[in-house]
């Protein structure tokens, strides 16, 4: 360990790895430091939140940091599945289900995290980057581009100089601690999740034929969601072998004195998932960890300084993990630090683009927050909550991950001249979100339908979207694109409402302002869900 480095890096779990890999292949002569506190390398059991990514992240792994030869190591998957309750919840084939029957165009993993996270240190130590591991923070003193901070390697202390330093101390915040940056995020949402170290396969929940055959691959290898009202329950294969199932629930509906202990876990089970319950109770002997966290959502005031620190991944926010989104923050974040770093290392003033990089930030943070906030209750109406999952898919192909799979988020110039187009998105998002809510509320039709595929794989305009993720585009084309997106989401949302209406007409006064339209783009949907 050397005593002065360019940036050290405090915790060394996904996005420390990832944010000093993206460094170094920017800057090959970064001098880097993790100091992360736990032993390496990791057990694979090792128990982490984001083992299910999505297309941002997994474009940021895959492309921008080059880490192909560690995701062929983990399971591809088969996007985001949703099983809607039915009568007992025994007979998952009696479930409305939606999802893909096959793989998408653009690519998405499943993270066995602690395998994902011991090859990410090796390649940082094949990068020339000094990862120490058994290394706590005794003290920090920051200051102007330069920061010492105390370290206890395996129980001697040394003094060490940085230049820049960044907190991935996931929960820990360090940094946000220590400057009294924490700030309350008011998405009250509860989770727990275990880990059997078998494979539990939902293909086997059902033998009906029909059921069996109506998807081309695995379901196991989706995201497996199971909906009730209030609450969803995860399945999560892992490339061990291992499945993390994780359970999470609306404070309000579901308290969290009901699911944060593995027994209390396994009898809530029991009482709103039975089938999921009956399958884990067969393989209690494999149990591996079980972890629980209480209001989990959380915020940051800060998360850049042109004096030379940043935060990033579960040290600064956290929201929701319905979709996946937390490895996608990370990408988002470490995006912008690494930007900072660099300029700064290249001779640039950075003040100005940090406080610009901050405000994105910030701005993506709470364009994401109406799609969960609230919404819990929505998860037991299959056809709303369809309907709306469908509609976040669109707005998030259609814009953030667009202009991410186009690198366009540190092209300042570019964004300004996109900032119309996002805010328009951002806006009719909101009173859709609210509309969805009180559509949940007042039609209550699909309760007593059962049986049905909704195959997403077969919505044209959604898989469009996905393929044109994969398109290179100039700016030019990419700004029309913008504008047919937002076309496209206008219309969406006028076809949207207008079926709503049907034998509900009382709803047009909490609809946002857009034509309503004739049955186009979901048509079949619709259809399947009257």
Known sequence: MHQEYDVLIMGGGLSGLTLAIQLKRKVANLRILIAERAAHPAPEASHKVGESSVEIASHYFENILGLKPQLDNELPKLGLRFFYTQGDN????????????DFPAAKSYQLDRGRFENALAERCLQLGIDFQDNCKIKDIALGKNQHQVTLVHNGEESAVQAHWLVDSTGRMSLLKRKLKLAKPAYHDINASWFRINHEINIDNWSQKPEWQDRVKAPRRLSTNHLLGKGYWVWLIPLSSGATSIGIVADAKLHP???INTFERAKVWLKKYEPQCAQVIDQHLDKFQDFLTL????????????????????DAGVFLDPFYSPGS??????NGFISDLIVKQYAGEDIAARTEQYEKL???LFLAFCPVYEDQYPIMANAKVMSIKIIWDYTLYWSGAALLFFRGKFCDLAFMEIAATSLQQIYQINLQMQGFFRQWAETDLSSAEKSDIFINYSKIEFLQQLNKDLLVEQGDAELQQQLVQNIKLIRELAGEIVAEAYVGFPELKAYAPEVSEGRARYLKGVFELLR
Do not use: V
Not at 295 to 312: E, F, L, P, R, V
Not at 328 to 333: G, H, M, V
């Open 256 to 258: 969290y004195a009901e």
């Open 361 to 363: 930030f910030r701005t």
């Open 90 to 101: 025994l007979d998952i084939s009696q479930r409305i289900e939606l999802g893909p029957n």
């Open 294 to 313: 209480k209001h989990y959502s959380h915020n940051c005031k800060k998360m850049y300084s042109a004096d030379g620190w940043a935060i990033t991944g």
């Open 328 to 333: 996608d923050f990370i990408a988002l974040n």
